[in-house]
C-alpha cells in the first residue's frame, strides 16, 4: 500500500510539473488534472513514439485530435507517424531495413519477414508476459497463432485484427447507385448478366446526368496497386472461392495453384473483357491513378464499381457531404452464375495476420508496451472505439453508450473530417475485440453493432434493404455457417522468405498478371484466348510449378502450427 | 586543379616533390578553401563503394558486411541471363536517348530566340514562366499529365476533336509505343525553360564586337546566330552534353513509375526500377547492388568513350 501511495504521489508531482510545462500553450490545463491520474504509477514524461505505418491514412489527426490530445495527457506519449511516400509499403520497409535505421514502433503489413530477416524486431513475448496483462487477455487462446513460424516462436507483431470479430455487414462484392436500382424496380443482382443489365439499361436511358457530363458504366480501380484489390480479387469473389492473397488453395488437398490459372476465372476475365467489348467497362480503368478514380466515384457519375468500401468509402463520404445520397452504393454478392456460392465470409478463425511491432531501435520498449497494453484495456478500447463520455457519447439511464444525434450524423455524413477531429478510427495500434464482443457493463466494445449498423445508414441504404426485405447488406451473402473454416486462416497472411527463389518468381508473376490481365479484359473478344493463353504459357516459363509447390508446403507448415 | 597546373608549368630542375610541397605552401589557402570540397566528395562518392562488397555475396543485413556469404559473380550472371533486364535496358536508352536529343535541341533553339529578343522586360519575363514547371514535383507534373490525356474530359483529346481530327478519344495513356514520347515531352515541358538558362548565360558571355564586325560586313540576323551564337556557345554546349552521356543510363525513374499504369509496364519500366522491383523490395540487396555497378560501370564507359569521339573530331578535350 506505501509503495503505491508514494506511486501515487510521484504522479502527482510529475502531473503537476507536466501540466505546468504545458500551461502556457493550453490555458485550461490547470482544471483538467483530475482526469488524468493513471493509477498505475507510471511515468507521464513527455515522449515521442515514432511509428511507421505501411497503410497511408491521410486522416491520421498527429494526436491533434480529442482522443490523441487525451492519450497524450493520460500516458504522457505522443505518436508520430510515418507513411510510405508514393510507393508502396514494400518500398518503405525494404528501404528502412537498408538503411538500418528504425523508429520505435512499425505495423509493417505483408513485409514482417523482411524486418525479422534483418533482425529488427523485439520478440515480444517476455515483454507481454511480464507488463501486457490486458493484451494477453484480448488475444487469450489464440496466443499461439502470434508465433512467428514453425521455427521461430517468437511474437514479433501484435495482430490488429479484432478479434472474436463477427461480421454484421458486408463491405465488398460488386456495387450499383441507389439510384439505378430504384429506377429499375429494385431487380435481382445476383450473377454478372443480372449486374450488366442493370448497369445497361439505366445507362441507356441516362447517358448523362443532370447536368449533362456522361456516365460511366463500370469503372474499376485498376491503374496502381489496388488492381488486386478491384480487378483480380473479384474473380475469387465470383467464383465462389474465399480470398487468399494470389492463390486459389483446395480446401481438402492444400495443393495450391495462382488463382488466374483457374479455368472459372479465365471466364470471370471473359465477362469483363465482354463488358469493355459492350462499352460499359470505363476505358480508363487500367490507366487512372487512385485520385483520379476517386474524383471520378464522387461526381457520381460512375453507376457501378467492383470494389471494397475501404477503398472507396472517401469518394463516397464526398458524395453524402453533397447530400447525394441516391449516388452511393448499395452492394451485392455477385458471382459469374447460379452456380458459385460467394465465399467472402468462408472462415478464417482468428486471422493473426498484420500487426504492430516494437523495433530493436526503440528507446523504451517496457513504456510502449505499457502503452499498447493500455489502448487493448477496456478502458482504452472505448476510447479508441467510441471516443470521450459525455463529447462523442453519453451514457444513458440503463447504462449504455449511446451516440448523440449530432455526433452520429457527423460520423455517418462527413466521416473523413470526423475522423481527423475526434480520433475516432485512427488510434487501432494495440490488440483489440472485434465486433459484437461486450465489455464488462454489458455494451458493445466497438460502434458496430447490429442497431448501430442500421441507425449509420442513410435514407437511401435503408430503402434499398427495405424493398429487398434485407436488414444489411451482408443478408445477401451466404453466411459462415455455410462453410467450412479454413484451417490455415487466410492466404493473404502467409508470405514466402525474403530473398528465397520462389519470392522472386512470385514478383515476375505479379508482372505478368499486370500486363496480361489489364490487356486481355481490353482486347477484341476474338483475341482473348490468345493472349490468356499466352499468359498462362508465360507463367508456366517462369517456373510456376515450383511456386505453387513451396507455397502448398508453407499452407501445410501452418495447418500444423495453428492445429496444435 | 590548380596544384597541378602551377606543378607542371615549373622548371624541371627541383625534385618533383620539393617542388610541389613549396606550391603548397604558397597556396595554402587556395588548398584550404578546396579541403571541404575534397571532403565531400571523398564522403559521398568514394566513401560508399565499399557497399559494392555487396553485389558479390548474399547480403542478409543483419550481419556486417565482411560477416557474410560470398558468392562471386552469381548476381551478374543471374542479372545478364534475366529477359526482363534486356527490356529495362532497351526502355531506359530509348528514353534516355530521347530526352538527350530533345533537351539538348528544344533548349537551344529557345535560348537562341530568346537571346533576339530586344525588350528586356519581355525577355524575362518569359525566360521565369518558362523555367517555372522546373519546380513543379513530378508527382504534379504526372498528374497533370494523367488528366490532360485522359479520355474522360481531358484538355488534349476535347481539343482534338473540337478540330474534328478524330472522332473518338484516344487512349493516349494506354498506348505503349507511345509511353517514351509522352514522357519525353512532358519532360520537355518541365526542364526547357531551366536548361536554357545556362545556354543564354553563355551567350551573353559572347564579345559584342564579333556581332558589330558582323554587321558590318553585312550579315543578317541568321548568319549572326548561325556564325557567332551557336560557335560561341560551343564549348558550354559540348561539357554539358559529354557529361550528360554520362548519365544516359541512370535517369532516375521517378516521372516513369508515376506515369506508367499496368498497360504500359513493359515500355515504362526502367533500370532503377528494376532495380527497385527485384533488388531492393525483395531484400536481395546484393542483386540491387550489382545493378548499381552496371549502371556505374557503362557510365563511365560512356563519358569517356563521347570524350574521345569529340576529341578526335575537334581536337579538344573536355575532361
Sequence with gaps: MKKVKLGLSLLLVMTMLFLAACGNNNGNAGTSNSGSETGNGESLEPMTIRLASGDNNPQWDNMQSDIGKFLQEKTGITIEQEFPVGGSDADMFALMVASDEYPDLVMPKGNVNKLVDAGALLDLRPLLEEHAPNIMKVYGEYMNRLAYSKNDDAIYTLPLDPVDHTYFDAGGGFQIQHQVLEELGYPEIKTVKDYENAIKTYLEQNPTTEDGQPRVGLSLNGGEWQILISVTNPAFYATGAPDDGEFYVNQDTYEVMMHYQRPEEREYFRWLNHMNDIGLLDKESFVQKYDQYKAKVAS???????????????????????????????NFPVTLDETFKDASYMGTGYLASYGIGITVDAKDPVRIIKFLDYLASEEGQILVNWGIEGKHYNVDENGKRVIPADVLEQKNNDNNNFKKQT??????????????????TGNYYTTNFPEQIIAAYSEADKKTLAAYGKTVYKDFWPSEDEFEERKYGAGWTINFDTASDANVTFQKSQDLMKKYIP?????????????????????DKIGVQKMNEEYSQLIKDRVEMWGE | ???????????????????????????????????????????FSYVPIWGWLMAFQNYKPRNGILDQEWVGFKHFIELFSDERFYLVLRNTLAMSTMGLIVSFTVPVIF???LNELRQQFFKRTIQTIAYLPHFVSWVVVSGIVTKMLSTDGGAVNELLMSLNLIDQPIQFMAKGEWFWGIVTVADAWKETGWNTIIFLAAMSGIDPELYEASTVDGAGRFRKMWHITLPGIRTTFMVLFILSIGHLISIGFEKQFLLMNPLVIDYAEVLDLYALNYGINLSRYSYGTAIGIFN??????????ANFIYKKVTKESVI
Excluded at chain 1, 463516397?316 to 452504393?329: H, P, S, W
Excluded at chain 2, 597546373?5 to 597556396?27: D, G, H, I, Y
Design chain 1, 300 to 330: 457520381g457519375r460512375v453507376i457501378g464499381l467492383i470494389d471494397q468500401d475501404w477503398d472507396y468509402a472517401e469518394a463516397e463520404n464526398a458524395l453524402k457531404a453533397e447530400g447525394k445520397f441516391d449516388q452511393t452504393y448499395a
Design chain 2, 1 to 43: 586543379m590548380k596544384s597541378q597546373t602551377t606543378e607542371l608549368s615549373s622548371p624541371a630542375n627541383v625534385s618533383k616533390t620539393k617542388r610541389f610541397f613549396r606550391t603548397m605552401v604558397q597556396q595554402k589557402y587556395l588548398y584550404l578553401m578546396s579541403l571541404p570540397f575534397v571532403i565531400w566528395v571523398v564522403i
Design chain 1, 519 to 539: 490487356q486481355a479484359i481490353l482486347a477484341d473478344p476474338a483475341d482473348f484466348d490468345k493472349i490468356y493463353d499466352e499468359f498462362l504459357a508465360e507463367l
Design chain 2, 296 to 305: 556505374s560501370v557503362v557510365s563511365i564507359i560512356l563519358v569517356f568513350l
Design chain 1, 423 to 440: 480520433g475516432i478510427g485512427n488510434y487501432f495500434m494495440s490488440a483489440r475485440y472485434g465486433d459484437g464482443v461486450q465489455d464488462s
Design chain 2, 111 to 113: 535560348a537562341l530566340l
